[in-house]
C-alpha cells in the first residue's frame, strides 16, 4: 500500500500548494503559539480556503483548552486533530473529528500498551523524544523500537528528510510519513525543491 505523506507546520498557501502538487496527501496546521510554526485561526483559515478538493487538513494541538480547538474547528476546514501534548483519550475523543495522538519515544514508552490506550485514535504519530519540546525537535529515534504489528497505525516522525525517508519507509513501512523541518528553507517557511525530493525519497523507499 502507498506510504501517505504529510507536510505540517504549513504557514503560507504558496507551500501548501507547492506540497500538493508534489503529492502530499496531508497538510498540517500548528495552533501552538510557542511554535516558530504556528499560525492563528485567521491565517489557517486563508490558506485552506484555497485548497483543491481530497486534501486532508490536520489542526495541532498541545495541551490545549476546549476553547481553542473548538474555535479552530468552527472556523477552519479541519479533517483531522493531532494532539501533541499530554491529552488523555478521553479528551482526544470529545471534539466532533478523527483524530492521531502523537507518542514521544522516551526510553520507557510502551508502544503497545500506547496503542492500546489510544485504540479510538485513527493513528500514532511517532515523534523524537527532547526534553521540554514537544516536536519538532528535528531528532529521530531507534525505529527498531516499532513493532511490526503496528506499522499500518503509525505515522512516522521525528527528523525525517530527503535523505532519510527511503530507508525509513523501507524499514518500518508506516502508514504514512510527516516532516516539517526537513523540508524547509527557514522555520516555517517551506522549501519546493525540498518537498519534490522528499516525495521521491517516500517512492524509492516503496520500490
Known sequence: ??????????????????????GADALGFVFYPPSPRDVDVAQARRIVAQLPPFVTTVALFVNADRDTIAEVVQQVKIDLLQFHGNECPDYCAAHGRPWIKAIRMKDDVDLLKASNDYHQASALLLDAYKPGVPGGTGDSFDWERIPEKLAQRIVLAGGLTPENVAEAVRRVHPYAVDVSGGVEAVKGIKDQQKIKQFMRGVQLGEE
Do not use: F, P, S
Open 1 to 22: 500500500m502507498r506510504t501517505r505523506v504529510k507536510i505540517c507546520g504549513i504557514t503560507r498557501l504558496e507551500d501548501a500548494l507547492a506540497a500538493i502538487k508534489a
